[in-house]
């Protein structure tokens, strides 16, 4: 494709300036890169002080003069999704300083959390037979490194980000429901798709919220006034030596069991995590780092929306108890930070998993953030997961679960049902305890026997008896405890709830785990 070249636009207008430096931008304005379809496009960089800046893609061309610290911005009128490849072309005083290639028009999502949103799409189930398929130009993805993290928002994303084209080449390092989605969506719209990539792995949520956000939250104020104070006392080389004893032991430990035959002793997280020089806590924990370094960087770049998987390094203890306060702070942070309040935020409910932590409360506090937050989604994985593995190798149906609620419920597409039952109430009555639903028009459908179900008697939780009758569950005492009085009941309140997931829709969606109390 033949690219016109706009040179002598603003080569006539400044021919008399022979000022010029480099101009420089964010890497996410790099070869390859995708711009969201049909939303004003945020452009900004650096270049001399007080330069005249001009950009122009396809057919607009804007000016604007830089600042005293040489930062510019300068925004485009909204463009239609395409297929063609076009440039962006950026000026400094009417001299050609940047020009970005192959840059598509479609739809683009962020994705946040920790490393089930990150979990790269080889090993997943399906990702072997993804990544022969994976030749779509159209589909592309922002990478940048995943350990970054830093205490000063910064300007870029480090050295080594870059956008990619999915090919057979590409796709095996990208995150596994990011490409699954994105697939997907690329296919049912018929218009491009890009990807920008900012999980970290074990993250919480605290590392994500800037020091400017946690205003009104106690435990986030707490933890920062505490983190300031260990980062002022902080030694690392004491730290760093300290370590080192424990990595001794801990081989020394290792050499003594395979000597006497015996199991290697699991290495302990203050061994696998070595000290760094910047913080006394890990990336994953130390307050507002990692937004500054990967989310400050891409903030206002314009988006649909963002995707989400985490909660499991929130999963419990002071954190938990907040975790809707959080949740919805890292929403209206975020938003704030795009200057959007309306862009999506869709999330993936934890699955089930046999391992620590409080994952009953906290997929029904997940779910209560989508009922108070408004433009958000949830996909409820449930009957997904695996019992000794905190990282489910099914990310397909995760991928696509989030991508038939993008679909409905940001692009309109009509007969469409992407959740599955909703828990709304119990009524009791002398027949037992009547779970409603809400059915988003469809049927309930038991599949085997009923089970899932507990009842709470005399302040104690106790197995239940369930019959599916119409658009109701009644739910009942076991028969050793017939007749008793129903203090409550709930569904699924466990970590490991997947051999007992019983109820959907016709649609094959799980019910939502849930609990209610009188």
């Not at 029904?364 to 108070?372: A, D, E, L």
């Not at 569950?473 to 051999?499: F, H, M, Q, S, T």
Request: aromatic share 12%.
């Amino acid at each position: 494709m033949k690219i016109r070249k706009p040179a002598l636009f603003f080569s006539a207008i400044f021919a008399a300036s022979a000022v010029f430096a480099e101009i420089v931008m964010p890497r996410i304005f790099s070869d390859n890169m995708m711009f969201q379809r049909d939303m004003p496009l945020k452009i900004w960089g650096k270049a001399d002080a007080g330069a005249r800046v001009g950009v122009e893609f396809k057919d607009q061309k804007k000016m604007v003069k830089a600042s005293g610290d040489g930062s510019w911005s300068i925004e485009l009128a909204p463009v239609k999704g395409s297929f063609d490849p076009a440039e962006l072309v950026v000026f400094e005083n009417g001299k050609e300083g940047k020009r970005i290639k192959n840059v598509l028009v479609g739809e683009v999502w962020v994705l946040g959390g920790q490393s089930n949103m990150e979990w790269r799409l080889i090993p997943t189930t399906d990702g072997e037979a993804a990544k022969a398929r994976a030749k779509y130009p159209a589909l592309r993805y922002f990478t940048q490194p995943s350990g970054t993290f830093t205490p000063e928002k910064q300007f870029d994303t480090p050295e080594s980000s870059k956008w990619q084209e999915a090919s057979p080449d590409t796709v095996a390092r990208w995150s596994g429901v990011g490409f699954y989605f994105g697939e997907q969506l690329m296919k049912d719209l018929e218009v491009p798709v890009g990807l920008i990539e900012t999980p970290l792995g074990g993250s919480a949520m605290r590392a994500w919220i800037p020091d400017e956000a946690v205003s009104g939250i106690p435990f986030l104020e707490e933890n920062l006034a505490n983190f300031k104070k260990q980062l002022a006392a902080y030694d690392y080389n004491k730290a760093l030596a300290e370590w080192k004893k424990r990595s001794d032991a801990y081989e020394a430990s290792v050499k003594a069991a395979k000597a006497e035959g015996k199991p290697v002793p699991e290495k302990p997280w203050n061994v696998r995590n070595k000290p760094n020089k910047l913080s006394p806590q890990r990336p994953q924990e130390t307050p507002g780092w990692l937004y500054n370094a990967k989310i400050a960087p891409i903030a206002g770049f314009a988006a649909r929306g963002f995707l989400w998987y985490q909660g499991e390094s929130d999963a419990g203890g002071k954190s938990l108890e907040c975790f809707e306060e959080q949740f919805a702070r890292i929403i209206e942070t975020w938003r704030k930070a795009w200057n959007n309040d309306d862009m999506y935020f869709f999330w993936v409910q934890l699955a089930s998993f046999g391992g620590s932590g409080d994952w009953a409360t906290t997929r029904w506090k997940q779910y209560q953030t989508m009922r108070s937050v408004q433009k958000t989604g949830m996909a409820n994985i449930i009957d997904l997961g695996e019992e000794k593995d905190i990282h489910p190798r099914n990310k397909t149906d995760v991928g696509l679960r989030l991508e038939k609620i993008a679909l409905r419920d940001v692009y309109g597409v009509k007969g469409l049902y992407p959740y599955g039952p909703m828990f709304k109430m119990v009524r009791y009555t002398p027949k037992g305890a009547e779970v409603v639903y809400d059915l988003d028009g469809r049927k309930l459908v038991g599949k085997g026997d009923p089970r899932g179900f507990e009842v709470k008697i005399a302040g104690e939780w106790k197995p239940a008896k369930a019959e599916l009758v119409g658009k109701r569950v009644i739910v009942n005492p076991a028969d050793a405890e017939k007749g008793a009085k129903i203090e409550g009941v709930r569904y699924l309140w466990k970590k490991w709830a997947l051999p007992d997931v019983w109820l959907f829709n016709d649609q094959g969606l799980p019910a939502l785990s849930f609990i209610a109390e009188k």
